[in-house]
């Protein structure tokens, strides 16, 4: 169990570095690459809450509480950054009002975050799985056939959420625990590979939607700027359809994903 338990150290450590990252500054991609690797040990904890028994799970659940709420905190900083980079890619010249509004925002915000960031710091003291995990007592076969179980779970809820999902926020979401658990089982078995690129340009396009979605809020939210809220809708639209029309090819591609290389 010790590959279990330096995956986790792993991929904590992670965290720990990009928070400390984010400290230094509130850019747009040092609170993205946070909240990935953040993501990441979520995905992880996922599955090990899966293998855990039932009293041991719930002692995992605490720590994954703690990251999921903090995930939930950035958000709205995430979405006000995503304001800010697209409007500048839409026009040439920004109007100026519009520009001074985001601007505004961005600035509470980052104050928010920062101060959340600071109680984070001081306050986040996560339980040490360790002995959690080697309670488990698994051998190789048995960790690997689990995991090709949760890997299967994990396709089903992408192909669930592909077929009932109307914006592609559930949808992405399923994509990303899917990509990141197949990396994951790599690491664990070093004979594994699964070619996940196909997947991560499925999961950018249909974050490109979820941009265009936030953007598309908050324009409308001002009322003012109809020309941009057309063009916005116009590129949103064609979006839209080129997701429809790789529907097939990411069924195809998800139902692959149980068949890898080892």
């Known amino acids: 169990m010790n590959d279990l338990i330096q995956l986790h150290n792993h991929l904590y450590r992670i965290v720990q570095s990009e928070y400390s990252n984010c400290v230094i500054g509130t850019a ?41 709420s903090y995930l939930s905190e950035l958000s709205a900083l995430r979405d006000i950054q995503v304001i800010q980079v697209h409007l500048s890619s839409l026009t040439a010249q920004t109007d100026s009002d519009l520009r001074s509004a985001v601007e505004s925002t961005l600035a509470v915000e980052k104050k928010k975050a ?74 664990l078995f070093a004979q594994t590979h699964f070619d996940t690129t196909a997947l991560s340009s499925y999961q950018d396009l249909l974050g490109m939607h979820q941009d265009y979605r936030v953007l598309l809020r908050f324009l409308r939210r001002q009322a ?7 063009h916005l809708e116009l590129m949103l639209h064609s979006l839209d359809l080129s997701i429809k029309a790789s529907e097939k090819d990411l069924t195809l591609l998800v139902h692959s994903c149980g068949y890898e290389t080892r």
């Open 28 to 68: 747009k991609s040092s609170i993205h690459d946070l909240r990935v690797a953040i993501r990441r040990l979520d995905t992880y904890y996922t599955f090990l809450s899966s293998i855990l028994n039932k009293e041991a799970s719930l002692k995992l659940a605490y720590n994954q509480r703690i990251i999921q």
């Open 224 to 230: 003012e700027y109809p020309g941009l809220v057309t």
């Open 114 to 187: 920062a101060k959340r960031l600071s109680k984070w710091a001081v306050g986040l003291v996560f339980k040490d799985n360790s002995q959690l995990i080697l309670s488990l007592n698994l051998s190789s076969e048995e960790l690997y056939t689990m995991c090709a179980h949760h890997q299967m779970k994990l396709a089903r809820s992408v192909l669930k959420a592909l077929h009932t999902d109307s914006n592609y926020h559930k949808t992405r979401l399923a994509l990303k625990h899917l990509r990141y658990f197949l990396e994951q089982v790599e690491t």
